[in-house]
């Protein structure tokens, strides 16, 4: 991915529709989502949460004061990888 890759552009790139969208290039590590449908981004693809519920109940995530996934969201079941 190139320098100024934003979770937004990769949304609209994609096609993925969501409230809101963030991106982290080693998707281990992310700012709290807080509008759903929501989604996680990294340089390969992504994760939808439909609701808040959703989230909070992703035995992947740890979620403090941020998004921590300690394999990154790549091994989240629902994953959706994106072909260059």
């Known amino acids: 991915?190139?320098?100024?890759?934003?979770?937004?552009?990769?949304?609209?790139?994609?096609?993925?529709?969501?409230?809101?969208?963030?991106?982290?290039?080693?998707?281990?590590?992310?700012?709290?989502?807080?509008?759903?449908?929501?989604?996680?981004?990294?340089?390969?693809?992504?994760?939808?949460?439909k609701t808040e519920t959703a989230y909070r109940n992703c035995n992947a995530l740890r979620i403090t004061k941020a998004i921590h996934v300690n394999n990154g969201i790549s091994t989240i079941p629902s994953y959706v990888r994106k072909k260059k």
């Open 1 to 49: 991915m190139a320098k100024g890759t934003t979770a937004k552009k990769l949304a609209k790139q994609w096609g993925v529709m969501v409230k809101h969208a963030l991106y982290h290039k080693d998707s281990n590590w992310y700012h709290l989502l807080t509008d759903f449908p929501a989604a996680l981004f990294d340089p390969k693809g992504y994760v939808i949460f």
